[in-house]
């Protein structure tokens, strides 16, 4: 029998050029894909349409760097939802129990920081920020674990119980984090290096809101990275596919799939956290507020894709704002309406994933 | 008989409520190759499922080199060297031709000497080599199933209808694959309704009806039987195809 090498084999190459293309003997040369960029083009042509709509060019950057900030910190909450969906088929809507706990061990860490979050020094301000987001991410991680393992696993394959068991879930752990948090809100203040705005002419950026984009853009383009470049990836996204006939090439897809878990319940607590600091208020509702748009982003990006997911994170974030400027009495119905324009061009969402 | 690398006594699966296999006996003899043949829902496919532990036998034994693996995890039936081209194909559509290869080497990257082989039966795996797999014809994907099963050594091949939807040339292309790989000490169970392709490379056969295997013998002598293929299948050999 063979070792089993699943994590040591070298990565892909990632030229891709057939083996011994370069003898160029016989037959037609090699075909090659073309990537489908039109969604990703929606996200300039909906910032490109709402400028004129908005008028002032000062506040159109505004927004829209709000939106892309809002966007983003839901595409790393909603990321690794869509996967395990996608590999499971499992509907969890607990997952905004673990960006619950996120917001609130980040909001925790912080507050016992106190000093280090009021001082004036940045690197004092980073040493209490990086700590408080890296408790939030284990803590939602292994609370991840631990509800795949107890809550999830036995209702693998049915669906309605995956709902109701789930939904349970959430409200458990939804009054378990009153009883250690307390019923109130906690309020908590961003530290000054994270506070103010950039001026650039008459144009103010938030600087927070700045951070918040290049985090998710990095987690972003990590896990495309991990996704593409991987062994580890290459299975997960064959299993998003069809997991039975990844197994049935020898691979234990169950491993990989608690892994996913847990990675993306960790995500689910760094949104959360990235989510308290926007907001400076956590309660213990924030999972099931955020929950709708997070399920809204990952039907438009067409369940199981993650590159639909950060698309349809985009978009969701920028309409919501734009919106909330222009015609701020039909924000909320907004984004709904945004998924059902979607859902009309491309029913399956932005980038469907082939399933058997 | 050569003796069996694998052997199935008395298998028995539901799926569901319904009872599909009803005592399934099969001898597939080391470096051979087998024909399981049978009428559309015979329960070849279920067979080959079952093997694979892609259903579970609920009485029976399934025995591959001495030894029971009806209760092992399907990865682990993989691991053991068997690998599975179902009638569906299942590549994966999103990958490309070269993810679906470099997935299916579970033991590390792809030899290129074997990359070679397969290039030279199914060139048009080398011509889309960066495309996702989705995009291919149908031919080409059953091309790419099979190439996935053979793109490292296995002790045995469950093949189920591969010839579907295959052009001749390409068919010629395959038997010959086939020949190499059982010259190569490959073991092979193949499921077919192509009765010349059957007739070609099987060495023995084995014929399933209503979920029970009915029909033991070798190819030559099932093939010279005429009224006994019409029993078992409906119809001859001569007559389809
Ligand atoms: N998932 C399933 N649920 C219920 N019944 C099934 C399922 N899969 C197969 N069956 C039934 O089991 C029987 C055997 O099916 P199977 O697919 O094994 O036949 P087969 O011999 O492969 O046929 P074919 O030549 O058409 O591929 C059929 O009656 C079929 O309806
Ligand atoms: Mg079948």
Same mark, same amino acid.
């Given at each position: 029998m063979m070792p089993a090498t699943e994590t040591t084999s070298p990565p892909l =190459? %990632?030229?891709?050029?057939? &083996?011994? #293309?370069? =003898? @160029?003997?016989?037959?037609p040369p090699p075909v090659r894909a073309r990537r489908d960029i039109v969604p990703l083009l929606l996200v300039p042509a909906l910032m490109l349409a709402a400028l004129p709509l908005v008028g002032s060019p000062a506040s159109w950057v505004t927004l829209s760097v709000a939106g892309l900030a809002m966007g983003l910190m839901i595409f790393v909450m909603a990321s690794g939802l869509t996967l395990t969906f996608g590999l499971m088929d499992v509907l969890n809507f607990g997952h905004g129990a673990f960006i619950a706990v996120g917001a609130f061990v980040a909001a925790s860490v912080m507050l016992a920081m106190g000093p280090w979050m009021g001082s004036d020094s940045l690197w004092l301000n980073l040493a209490a920020v990086a700590p408080a987001i890296l408790a939030a991410m284990v803590l939602s991680g292994l609370l991840g674990w631990g509800f795949e393992r107890v809550i999830v696993k036995p209702v693998y394959g049915q669906h309605l119980k995956q709902i109701l068991v789930t939904m349970g879930g959430l409200i458990v752990a939804e009054q378990l984090l009153k009883v250690v948090w307390g019923p109130d809100q906690i309020t908590l203040t961003r530290p000054p290096a994270l506070r103010g705005a950039f001026i650039i002419g008459d144009v103010a950026i938030e600087k927070y809101r700045v951070l918040a984009v290049a985090v998710g853009l990095v987690v972003f383009v990590v896990m495309q990275l991990a996704l593409g470049r991987t062994r580890i990836g290459l299975l997960v996204r064959a299993g998003v596919e069809n997991s039975e006939m990844v197994e049935a090439l020898g691979y234990r897809i169950g491993r990989v799939f608690v892994g996913v878990f847990v990675v993306g319940s960790a995500l689910a607590g760094l949104g959360g956290a990235l989510w308290a600091l926007y907001q400076e208020t956590v309660t213990a509702a924030i999972g099931a507020q955020v929950m709708v748009l997070i399920f809204i982003v990952i039907i438009i990006g067409g369940l199981g894709s993650v590159g639909g997911c950060f698309v349809g994170a985009l978009l969701v974030g920028l309409v919501a704002n734009y919106i909330g400027f222009l015609a701020p009495k039909v924000a909320l119905g907004s984004n709904i309406l945004l998924m059902a324009l979607v859902l009309l061009w491309r029913p399956q969402g932005l980038y469907p994933v082939a399933r058997r | 008989m050569a003796e069996a690398l694998l052997s199935l006594r008395g298998v028995e699966t539901h799926i569901g409520r319904y009872h599909i296999l009803h005592g399934v006996e099969l001898d597939v003899p080391q470096g051979g190759l087998t024909m399981l043949l049978g009428r559309n829902g015979a329960g070849k496919t279920t067979t080959l499922r079952t093997i694979m532990g892609l259903w579970r036998a609920s009485a029976g034994a399934v025995r591959f080199e001495g030894r029971d +693996? !009806? =209760? *092992?995890a399907t990865a682990d039936v993989a691991r053991l060297g068997i690998a599975y081209v179902p009638e569906s194909m299942a +590549?994966? #559509?999103? *990958?490309t031709v070269q993810e679906n290869l470099v997935l299916a080497a =579970?033991? @590390? &990257? %792809?030899r290129a000497e074997r990359l070679d082989r397969i290039f030279a039966r199914f060139p048009a795996l080398r011509r889309f080599? !960066? *495309? %996702? #797999? @989705? /995009? /291919?014809s149908g031919g080409q994907k059953q091309m790419l199933a099979v190439a996935r099963a053979i793109i490292e050594p296995r002790r045995l091949l469950l093949i189920d209808e %591969? !010839?579907? @939807?295959? #052009?001749p040339a390409i068919i010629a292309n395959m038997i010959d694959a086939f020949r190499e790989l059982k010259d190569g000490d490959t073991t092979l169970l193949v499921v077919e309704q192509n009765f010349a392709f059957a007739r070609r490379l099987g060495d023995t056969v084995t014929v399933m009806d209503d979920g029970r295997t009915v029909h033991h013998d070798t190819m030559d002598a099932f093939a010279a039987d005429q009224a006994l293929q019409q029993r078992l299948l409906g119809l001859s050999m001569d007559t389809h195809q």
């Open positions: =190459r %990632p030229s891709g050029a057939p &083996p011994h #293309a370069a =003898r @160029g003997e016989e037959g | +693996i !009806t =209760r *092992l +590549i994966f #559509a999103d *990958l =579970r033991s @590390g &990257p %792809p080599w !960066t *495309l %996702p #797999a @989705g /995009l /291919l %591969p !010839t579907k @939807g295959l #052009a």
